[in-house]
């Protein structure tokens, strides 16, 4: 069965049976999602003169499905799909970050031609969870994204000084990132320093806590070679940024501020050297005015695309 992609429009269907054929397939034909990866049209390659685009989509396995002050934002799989399909038509849209269920259901829509692929390794360090430092690697494996033709695999390393269980959680990044390089590919690493408050996890945003991270994210793995950085935009970024000479992406989060002043942000940090672009999720997907569509063009519009002439 051929799925066809929503049009690139900003119009939420709310037809509830828009996606029953994927549980058809799912129930008459699994091994459909590994045909569709295999036949999926790949990136053109990473080039150092264009800054990369990538929406995020993991967070429901982790059981994140908060967006500003709604609990279950992101609840609704079927509204989760339309707003991904949405972003991804865009073709300043260079690809997904996404847990295996929600890259499965992409690659039977046909969503993922000629984008950039990662899949999200560690989603067992669940939101509220009583040991959620223990962030164990409960999606995408190595082997998996290389046997999906993926570019490469994300992990979040939240590091507390104060819980046992964040030991547990670098072992296993730095193996993920062995993996990774094995199968050349990319690690895209996603470090805080964070301390648990009233029973909540809290990840420090200040300039010196983030530098830490890195200092300790970088140096996981017995090679860098791979090894991608994926941080926050914070004061002083060119402190933060000064701490790596990795390719560093940008993360969105849950935004504080206004639109305008979230993307003014972006738009100072993405001028940094070392930054390589945008890998956002639910500030792009749940923009408050519902516009998914004109939320990923202005974000779009931040990034730096040049041509950038070798040495001889």
């Given at each position: 069965m051929t799925l066809t992609p929503l049009a690139s429009n900003?119009?939420?269907?709310?037809?509830?049976?828009?996606?029953?054929h994927l549980s058809t397939i799912r129930l008459e034909d699994p091994e459909a999602v590994a045909r569709a990866a295999t036949s999926r049209r790949r990136h053109a390659g990473l080039k150092s003169g264009r800054q990369n685009f990538i929406v995020a989509a993991d967070h429901p396995a982790r059981g994140?499905?908060?967006?500003?002050?709604?609990?279950?934002?992101?609840?609704?799989?079927?509204?989760?799909?339309?707003?991904l399909q949405i972003a991804l038509a865009n073709p300043a849209v260079d690809g997904v970050l996404a847990s295996p269920d929600i890259m499965d259901d992409l690659l039977l829509l046909g969503a993922l031609d000629g984008k950039l692929v990662f899949g999200s390794m560690n989603r067992g360090g669940l939101a509220g969870l009583v040991n959620e430092f223990d962030d164990?690697?409960?999606?995408?494996?190595?082997?998996a994204l290389e046997a999906l033709g993926a570019d490469g695999g994300k992990m979040l390393t939240r590091i507390c000084l104060g819980d046992p269980d964040t030991v547990a959680t670098l072992e296993a990044t730095a193996r993920a990132i062995d993996s990774l390089a094995e199968r050349k590919l990319i690690a895209m690493v996603e470090p805080f320093l964070s301390v648990r408050e009233n029973r909540k996890v809290r990840n420090d945003l200040s300039t010196n806590a983030v530098i830490k991270s890195i200092a300790i994210a970088e140096g996981l793995g017995s090679t860098s070679a791979y090894t991608w950085m994926k941080l926050p935009v914070v004061a002083e970024m060119e402190r933060v940024m000064a701490a790596t000479t990795m390719p560093t992406v940008l993360l969105g989060g849950d935004p504080d501020g206004t639109q305008d002043e979230v993307f003014a942000s972006w738009q100072a940090a993405l001028a940094l050297p070392g930054v390589r672009g945008l890998t956002v999720g639910r500030t792009l997907l749940y923009p408050a005015d519902g516009d998914v569509a004109g939320a990923v063009a202005a974000a779009a519009s931040l990034l730096h695309h040049t041509t950038e002439i070798p040495e001889n």
């Open positions: 900003n119009a939420l269907d709310d037809d509830p049976r828009r996606y029953e994140a499905l908060a967006v500003g002050a709604d609990p279950v934002a992101m609840a609704d799989r079927r509204q989760l799909l339309d707003r164990r690697f409960t999606g995408h494996t190595a082997a």
